[in-house]
């Protein structure tokens, strides 16, 4: 078991001498047990070498990706160097576009005698296919910033450098007269075909980054016109790659074991989780090249295609770029869900840091001055750093009057001096427009919620110029962006934005992920509920169904920490939002409702401990956060303690036992690189005190020999660390309540 959490490495994996060319010498040499890069800190750097033979070897002592350059440009391996395990079996094109009807690939190679594996053999004997773009020249460079991100240190655990350090590689490909022919015959006479000079001037750019410290690849494509006329890129692929498969099954099966990658791009929406992105934007398909398979109908998803689902159907200017959306490709080591998980978190914070960003809320429920006032003044009092106008609270930013920017621009003066952020709510989707202005579905299908503008209709033009220009003159800085876009299509010839189906999800996605990254630039706060993290939203549901706020209080507490328990797999506790509803939500009566607060103290204290306690901060949507002084001081006892553990707290969960009503139940934060390597919290669910033995693993921690364990009354206790890594923490619980212990 202990495999699981170690990590074997090269040391060195490279021997820093020089070859015939300019680039130190790629070697590999011994395994040799090294440390881990989810805990311990590594001088794992991106860089470029050559093998004697003269591929290129991308590498930063975790993964290596290798390119042969001739007689073209190709990935010929991608390794996890730790387990020297290889997960590329055929080589493919490093892309493929199509460009008014004509499809080209990108590189690659071609004579691959089976697909099960590759040989080194093999490669020098593959040919380059003549109808492709041919690799011209690379270089390499620092990784540059996707967009400008201000940072807001008050609420961030630390500050994470923009962007992720690393290398960015960029090899550049174009066609030669003889590729050019050959297209142009094998096409026919077609009057749409391009012509020999745009197909001559077109450079296409494949970019790679590579990050310090991560099993990490990124992969983009770019397109140049060069030429004097148009072109339309019909569609992309910007990644091809025939991964090992991870099982072999002479049957079919409904669920395939996938490789173990975890996927991640840009071009996501209309959901929170890795399948939505995979249905978006990167799919795991059948290799139709792949005849030696054991599967018998040869169905077995081992081939990754990035493409979006139709179009972008884009028009390039002469002397202008076109550039696909990123893809991230990260390596596991292990298929463990906790470390999985944990190596997903890492990516997230690396690539988005402003997900690190957890202030502490409130949703008032009116917006007239007098009730925002009031709970600015309260937040202040108590440690809140941020109100909302929520919905349903009157707050309307499609109101472009100057009575109405005049008075917001007030409040926003009002909250600053009090120290505190304001914004508001503003649905996008699932509403109706107008005939003119809404989505024209497909025959048969409807808007993904049921209703929905189109982002490129005169309407969708023009909300998102108001959204500019409201949060440009107001100076708020929140925006809780409801239903926003989820990937529909439109059929309409009729909206400015877009021509037709296979251009409006590209164009209507680029409006609202441009309007995103500006947010970014400006540090205006981003909740979103969609994958928006890499477009530069800050946080989404962690995972909740609104009705279940009706429930009695009881049955709250325990569903609010299964929510959190389940929702943080993938999740840091700053990613997600939970929900507390003050006053009545969606019915319920008294037995569901917290107000009056100061006659529910106990179930109000529980709230608040089961969210400071999981670093997970919700949506305390009412009038007020304390109508009485023991209220006030209840709610400010847990946002000290929250302030005073914040690192730890926004650090990783690692998963003890699942809340179930029958027994304790108890989470794990962990931060090898802060003073708190760890602050574990149990919960008892039971109407009686109960003495508890827990065995816990603290190998994520990066405590070894013993950990001093701080219980909440002070008291510290000397623990053993055995040899599985793991401590026991003997505790009382008091009835309906909850401990908690800081490990150090």
């Known amino acids: 078991m202990k495999l699981l959490f170690l990590i074997l490495m090269f040391a060195p994996v490279v021997a820093l001498c020089q070859t015939h060319g300019n680039l130190p010498a790629f070697e590999k040499s011994k395994l040799t047990e090294y440390r881990d890069w989810l805990v311990d800190s590594l001088d794992a750097r991106a860089h470029l070498y050559e093998t004697a033979d003269g591929k290129l070897v991308f590498c930063n002592g975790l993964v290596s ?41 990108v590189g690659g190679l071609t004579g691959q005698p089976i697909h099960n594996y590759l040989l080194p053999e093999w490669i020098d004997k593959m040919k380059a296919d003549p109808a492709s773009f041919q690799l011209r020249d690379y270089r390499m460079e620092e990784i540059s910033a996707r967009f400008p991100w201000r ?45 020999s000079d745009q197909l001559k001037n077109l450079i296409v750019s494949v970019h790679y980054e590579l990050y310090d410290n991560l099993p990490l690849f990124c992969k983009w494509v770019s397109v140049e016109n060069n030429s004097d006329k148009t072109i339309r890129l019909d569609r992309f692929k910007s990644e091809i790659l025939a991964a090992t498969e991870p ?66 159907a884009q028009e390039v200017e002469p002397g202008s770029v076109f550039t696909t959306y990123r893809t991230w490709e990260l390596i596991h080591d292990s298929r463990d869900q906790e470390r999985k998980g944990l190596e997903e978190r890492h990516t997230l914070r690396a690539l988005a840091p402003w997900v690190t960003e957890n202030p502490i809320l409130m949703h008032v429920r009116k917006a007239d001055n007098e009730a925002v006032k009031k709970a600015v003044d309260q937040c202040a009092e108590v440690g809140f750093q941020m109100v909302i106008m929520t919905f349903g609270s009157g707050f309307n930013l499609e109101d472009e009057s100057e009575v109405n920017l005049n008075r917001m621009k007030m409040l926003a003066d009002y909250a600053h001096g009090k120290g505190i952020a ?13 005939k003119g202005d809404d989505v024209v579905m497909p025959e048969g299908q409807k808007p993904r919620f049921g209703n929905s503008p189109c982002l490129d209709s005169e309407w969708g033009i023009a909300y998102f110029e108001k959204l500019y220009d409201f949060y440009t003159k107001t100076g708020l800085d929140i925006l809780e962006h409801d239903g926003n876009y989820p990937g529909d299509f439109c059929l309409s010839s009729h909206h400015p934005g877009h021509r037709g189906e296979d251009d409006s999800q590209w164009t209507q996605h680029k409006r609202i992920s441009d309007f995103y990254n500006w947010c970014r630039g400006k540090g205006i706060y981003l909740n979103v509920p969609d994958n928006y993290y890499l477009n530069g939203s800050n946080k989404s549901a962690m995972g909740y169904r609104e009705t279940n706020w009706s429930l009695p209080r009881e049955q709250q507490e325990i569903i609010e920490r299964q929510n959190i328990y389940d929702g943080t797999w993938r999740k840091s506790p700053s990613m997600g939002w939970m929900f507390v509803p003050l006053v009545e939500y969606q019915g319920g009566g008294e037995a569901a409702t917290i107000e009056p607060l100061r006659e529910h103290l106990a179930h109000y204290g529980q709230r608040l401990a089961n969210l400071f306690g999981a670093g997970v901060q919700a949506c305390y ?35 003890i036992r699942r809340p179930d009503g029958a027994d304790y139940d108890a ?67 008091p009835a309906r309540g909850e401990e908690w212990f800081v490990l150090k």
């Not at 042969?68 to 055929?90: C, I, M, Q, Y």
């Not at 007020?624 to 914040?646: C, G, I, M």
């Open 65 to 105: 990706r290798t390119f042969t350059t001739k007689p073209n440009g190709a990935t010929v391996s991608l390794d996890l160097l730790p387990k020297d395990e290889s997960f590329l079996r055929s080589v493919r094109p490093e892309a493929e576009l199509t460009i008014h009807g004509l499809t080209i690939p």
């Open 151 to 195: 940072k807001r240190a008050a609420w961030m655990p630390k500050d994470l450098p923009w962007p992720a350090p690393g290398k960015e590689l960029t090899f550049t490909y174009g066609l030669g007269e003889t590729a050019i022919q050959l297209l142009l015959q094998k096409q026919g006479k077609s009057k749409d075909l391009p012509t």
């Open 247 to 312: 099982e072999s099954e002479v049957d079919g099966k409904k669920s395939w074991t996938l490789p173990n990658l975890t996927i991640l791009t840009d071009y996501s929406f209309g959901g929170m989780s890795e399948e939505q992105i995979l249905e978006t934007s990167a799919t795991w398909k059948a290799d139709p090249l792949y005849m030696t398979q054991v599967n018998y109908e040869r169905t077995m998803p081992c081939l990754l295609e990035v493409a979006p689902q139709k179009g972008p």
């Open 422 to 434: 304001l914004g508001g709510y503003s649905l996008l989707a699932s509403r109706t427009i107008s």
């Open 621 to 655: 949507r009412g009038p007020e956060l304390y109508d009485a002084p023991e209220t006030k001081a209840l709610v400010s006892r847990w946002v000290n303690f929250y302030r005073q553990h914040r690192r730890i707290l926004n650090g990783d969960i690692i998963h």
């Open 667 to 733: 989470i794990l934060h962990v931060d090898p690189s802060g003073s708190e390597k760890g602050l574990m919290m149990i919960y008892n669910p039971l109407n009686v005190p109960v003495q508890r033995k827990i065995r816990v693993n603290v190998y994520y921690t990066g405590l070894k020999s013993q950990v001093l364990a701080t219980n909440s009354r002070g008291e510290t206790k000397v623990l053993p660390v055995d040899a599985a890594n793991q401590i026991w923490i003997e505790c009382t619980l």
